[in-house]
């Protein structure tokens, strides 16, 4: 298994542009989020789904849209990218709930806003 | 609010001695209680939780970690500290939903970065 597999690793982006981030997990989790890294705060939940079709905000959900489509897949979209955003993203997945279950974390997408 | 704690940014100690890195928690109800570890440049690998039973907890690497209830705290511990121990530790707690009930989400610690010497 592949685990979970995020695209692009590194991306630079001027403020405006969008974006999508890929994240897809291979292990038929139901559940799967997306959370930032910034420094001297740890992560914090952008979005997340409990299965494909529902979708909910998490803590940091402004400049942020999501869709869970299918099972694997778990796209991240920024809709018009802002210097705050430049953070490192993760996506997690989890059989169960996150709160309760192992989460399983890609590896990163490193994003730059100019 | 619910929250968790890891009040020390980084912990420095000698490879061979004992290590302890510290998380307290605030949460309303039973706390599930995790900690992961972030190697540079990698994601979060899982290390051990506490959901219930022996308040001694042990996880991979050789990693372990005490749940006080009456401390709020899930202290992580290993015996002998390895060079290749040194990396990010974070510490999550579940907050009890608005039901009080399993929710989704887990509230992150800011992280402590241990670092073993040779």
């Known amino acids: 298994n592949a685990g979970v597999t995020q695209t692009p690793k590194f991306q630079v982006l001027k403020t405006g542009q969008s974006m999508t981030l890929q994240c897809a997990q291979d292990m038929n989790h139901e559940y799967m989020s997306w959370y930032r890294q910034d420094p001297g705060m740890g992560l914090r939940l952008i979005h997340y789904?409990?299965?494909?079709?529902?979708?909910d905000q998490g803590e940091v959900p402004n400049g942020y849209n999501v869709s869970r489509s299918t099972t694997e897949d778990f796209p991240l979209r920024l809709l018009s990218a802002a210097p705050s955003q430049t953070s490192v993203y993760f996506c997690?997945?989890?059989?169960?709930?996150?709160?309760?279950?192992?989460?399983?974390f890609g590896p990163g997408t490193r994003l730059l806003v100019l | 609010a619910q929250s968790v704690a890891q009040p020390e940014d980084q912990v420095n100690v000698a490879e061979g001695n004992p290590l302890t890195v510290k998380c307290t928690y605030s949460?309303?109800?039973?706390?599930?209680l995790f900690w992961y570890v972030q190697y540079p440049n990698r994601g979060l690998q899982f290390l051990l939780k506490?959901?219930?039973?022996?308040?001694l907890v042990k996880g991979s690497y050789g990693f372990e970690a005490e749940f006080n209830k009456s401390q709020t705290s899930f202290h992580l511990k290993k015996p002998s500290a390895l060079v290749s121990d040194s990396a990010l530790y974070f510490c999550a707690v579940r907050p009890a939903g608005g039901d009080g009930g399993a929710t989704n989400k887990l509230i992150f610690g800011t992280g402590t970065l241990l670092a073993v010497q040779p």
């Open positions: 506490y959901i219930t039973g022996d308040n």
């Open positions: 997690a997945s989890s059989y169960g709930l996150a709160g309760s279950e192992t989460q399983y």
């Open positions: 789904s409990v299965g494909a079709g529902i979708t």
């Open positions: 949460v309303s109800g039973n706390p599930y």
